[in-house]
């Protein structure tokens, strides 16, 4: 490990103690990689239950074949088939995601499906530099880019003019409802392995919503999830999307 390596893990280990639950602080991608070099041989078996919820984020990025859309942190890649399906042969699929462990289920998934059209880019989505252009974007289960800004305006700034965005995942349902406080504790359960903070749990979608004017939030399983979806602005400048004021909708 090197001086970097090592300075992370202390400022991890310093964060732990301050705040066990880790319910605070910016998501760390360095944390990421780490967390996920472990749960890549379970992530699938833990997170089945998801598919429903896979094929209505898919659905609602609303593809038409020939696109090209960019799963952001796809991880093992368990959104490709729907997304795969939906751009079909003329279309291209452009997997992202910074742990190399999680992208390498991700490669077997295609390598075993035999597509030609998904490409997959090992970098986190503050940094990655795919393609300009793409018509369309989904996020899904990935709360740690859904609460950073850099990752979510570099990730932004590369979809077309008018390109669609989803976002998917969990969050808190409110707290003083009837059954709130044990549904939480249950999501926290849930999500600790795959997170590397809690931070914006409430509202996971807040910072995406300063960035695509409009964007309509649905929450789904009483509140323990959400679907957000909107579109970039047709013939915006890509630096003038960078932050926009005007809050999301939200459907409940
Ligand atoms: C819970 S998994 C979700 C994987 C996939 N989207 C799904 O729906 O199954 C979260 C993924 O986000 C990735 N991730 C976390 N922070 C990231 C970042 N800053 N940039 C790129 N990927 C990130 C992790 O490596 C992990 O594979």
Not at 56 to 69: F, K, N, Q, Y
Request: proline content about 8%; hydrophobic content about 40%.
């Amino acid at each position: 490990m090197g001086g970097r390596g090592l300075r992370s893990s202390a400022s991890g280990a310093v964060r732990a103690l301050l705040d066990p639950l880790g319910l605070r602080g910016a998501p760390d991608p360095a944390a990421a990689r780490r967390l996920y070099r472990l749960q890549a041989p379970t992530y699938e078996r833990l997170t089945a239950a998801a598919a429903p919820w896979r094929e209505r984020a898919a659905d609602a990025l609303r593809l038409v074949p020939g696109e090209t859309v960019v799963d952001v942190g796809c991880g093992s890649g368990l959104n490709l088939p729907y997304l795969e399906r939906r751009v079909g042969d003329e279309g291209t699929v452009i997997g992202v995601d910074l742990s190399p462990h999680m992208l390498a289920q991700a490669r077997k998934r295609v390598q075993r499906a035999g597509w030609e059209n998904v490409v997959l880019v090992e970098a986190s989505a503050e940094e990655a530099a795919f393609a300009d252009g793409a018509d369309a974007l989904l996020i899904c289960a990935a709360h740690d880019v859904m609460r950073s800004p850099r990752a979510l305006t570099n990730v932004l700034a590369r979809l077309r003019p008018g390109g669609r965005v989803v976002a998917a995942g969990c969050k808190w349902t409110p707290w003083w409802t009837p059954f709130g406080a044990p549904l939480n504790v249950g999501t926290w359960l849930a999500n600790r392995p795959f997170v590397t903070t809690f931070e914006g749990f409430s509202e996971p979608w807040s910072h995406l919503g300063t960035l695509v004017p409009g964007l309509a939030v649905e929450e789904v399983a009483g509140g323990c999830g959400y679907i957000a979806s909107g579109a970039v602005p047709e013939g915006t400048p890509r630096r003038a999307r960078r932050q926009r004021r005007g809050g999301p909708t939200v459907k409940l």
